[in-house]
């Protein structure tokens, strides 16, 4: 059975356009795989802590030595990894937020990035991602218009941190001027249903 995992990343519950896109981008990969099982992680509900002292001395406090608290963290870290590794894609719903993504998502990353469990280094110091095999769409969803441009952080962030985590095979999907004006939505939506309805 295929198991497509959704992430959103985004700061509302309701209507957050990158989840709209994230949705419609899952409902047409399931309705491409007959029987796919989909799970839904909002990142918003999860509250995951940002890297502080108490996460980061638990990923680096060998097995042995980690206290009741450390093995907490780490279980809810192996949670998501696990959780990730299972899928065969992933569908990300990414919202612009000041020219970054959102930092729930960031969060995210800084607890499935760790060192021997979703990556290595070789020998020679060329690191290895080890959440292998997967197809990722992203799905993200701007204000303005940054696609191509320099003010584009999040489109290299988001190639860097998962092919450095492994998945390289990743498809970006834009929705972009969504906040100049219905016309200007209502193209970036049809751009965008485009681009899901080619997949």
């Not at 700061?11 to 709209?20: F, K, P, V, Y």
């Not at 996460?55 to 279980?75: C, H, L, M, W, Y």
């Amino acid at each position: 059975m295929t198991t497509i995992l959704q992430i959103n990343a985004a700061a509302r519950s309701q209507g957050a356009n990158s989840t709209t896109l994230a949705n419609e981008t899952v409902a047409r990969l399931s309705a491409a795989q007959p029987g796919a099982k989909v799970i839904v992680r909002d990142l918003l509900a999860d509250g995951l802590p940002h890297l502080d002292e108490t996460v980061i001395g638990a990923f680096f406090t060998p097995e042995d030595k980690r206290s009741p608290e450390q093995n907490a963290i780490i279980a809810r870290s192996d949670a998501l990894i696990a959780e990730i590794q299972s899928a065969d894609t992933i569908v990300l719903g990414v919202p612009l937020y000041n020219f970054h993504v959102p930092s729930q998502l960031k969060a995210y990353f800084d607890w499935i990035t760790r060192a021997r469990v979703t990556f290595r280094y070789g020998e020679d110091g060329t690191p290895e991602g080890l959440i292998k095999g997967k197809k990722v769409y992203v799905a993200l969803a701007r204000g303005g218009f940054y696609k191509d441009t320099p003010n584009d952080s999040q489109t290299p962030f988001l190639k860097t941190i998962l092919g450095f985590l492994g998945m390289t095979d990743v498809t970006f999907i834009y929705a972009e001027g969504l906040a100049r004006g219905p016309e200007a939505a209502a193209t970036a939506f049809a751009q965008a249903r485009e681009a899901i309805a080619a997949i």
